[in-house]
């Protein structure tokens, strides 16, 4: 457990794999900007937000749909998220139901072995060469031995693991293409960066016909689908671009168990016992949500931005508390920031009173643009560096 505080960013949402990426680099570089001597880590719950899966409830929705996503956008989407935390599909696999073996070496007792002796093939070597990886991803090597991570994503494994040694093969190079970005190196680029993740893939024993649809069903609940038409005879397109933001709320409230079970489980693997809860919207009714019902010790502060969650609450609709019950005792200080032109941010020092801080700030912004400019108005980094951890 380290002493050193950790800001755990919580996203909104609507919000999936490459707007994720782009919000968490720019915490991190506003972060980094005023020196503050703190790690930055981010939940991603996308993959248990709203489905995207065909609508038919919607009249006439194949005729007025938009495109869709592409294979190659998929790829994208699936990468952004693999770049800035490379176990993000091991943490997924943790979730996975667990599938009966009939005997002998358990799944997880082979692959646990698989990768405590893994040496990389001739071909692998000579990949990892040309791009000067051969150290980086010997360290993710290492890395994925130690992660505690590791070993929970593996006791999920049936007797034929190809997801999980597709899933391993992908995070060990995302683990050493992060790595080497971070040392300045460019970035690989799709077509090497997919065929160094084949070849591991295959030295894994990865392919087949049995590889498992679990990620691939998470990977469709959170990758966005575009919209081209707003209009009225565009139904399908319009409802694509409302079902996301909506939607998530919808299936939080109904069906939250496991967006709160990635929450958790993100501010234990910061192994901090000092975080600070950064929630932007449903992120922030995630927090509030998740701290009403439970004690967390490591969180010594939450800060929501654009926040729902006092509403939610004087609606009756906030599941952990039922109006007129108030925080409880072990709820940690709150800091709660919002913008009057931002339509979805509301107050909460009167609904709770005595024990939350609003703060009013001018993000210049008309709505919907103001709901996600917090990040660039120094008033907001301002108002966090007071309520961190000394």
Known sequence: MTHQTTLLFVHGTGVRGEEYARTLRTIESCVASRNWPLTVAGCFWGSAGARRDRKLSVPNYDATKGTGL???????????????????????????????????????????????????????????????????FADALTA?????????????????????????????????????????????????????????????????LGVGNFLVEQVKRYLPRPISHVLVGHRGALTDATALPAGD?????ARGQQMTTLLRNA????????????GHSLGGILCVDLLARERIPAVRTLVTVGSQAP??????????????????????????IYDHRDLLS???AE????????????????????H?????NDEVWTSIESVLPR
């Open 249 to 253: 709320v919808l299936r939080y409230l």
């Open 311 to 336: 509403f939610l609450y004087e609606i009756g609709a906030l599941p952990s508390i039922e109006p007129p019950d108030s925080l409880p005792e072990h709820f940690p200080p709150w800091l709660n």
């Open 144 to 208: 994925m031995r130690a992660a505690e991570v590791f070993e929970q994503a593996i006791a999920t494994a049936p007797p034929t693991p190809l997801e999980h040694r597709c899933a391993i093969a992908r995070a060990l190079i995302a683990h050493s293409l992060k790595a080497a970005m971070a040392e300045g190196l460019p970035p690989l680029g799709g077509a090497k960066r997919e065929l160094l993740v084949g070849q591991l893939v295959a030295d894994l024993r990865g392919s087949g």
């Open 70 to 136: 592409q294979p190659e956008q998929e790829q994208l989407e699936r990468w952004a998220v693999l770049y800035l935390d490379p176990w993000y599909e091991l943490r997924l696999l943790r979730g996975m139901p667990p599938t009966p073996y009939g005997g002998g070496q358990p799944p997880a007792a082979a692959l646990r072995a698989t990768i405590a002796a893994f040496r990389p093939s001739e071909a692998l070597a000579r990949l990892l060469a040309e791009d000067d990886l051969t150290d980086r």
């Open 346 to 348: 509301y107050t909460a």
């Open 372 to 376: 996600s400019a917090y990040w660039s």
């Open 267 to 278: 501010i234990l693997d910061t192994g901090s016992d000092s975080v600070v809860l950064l």
């Open 351 to 370: 609904t709770f009173p005595d024990r939350v801080v609003d703060l009013r700030v001018d993000n210049g912004e008309p709505f919907a643009a103001s």
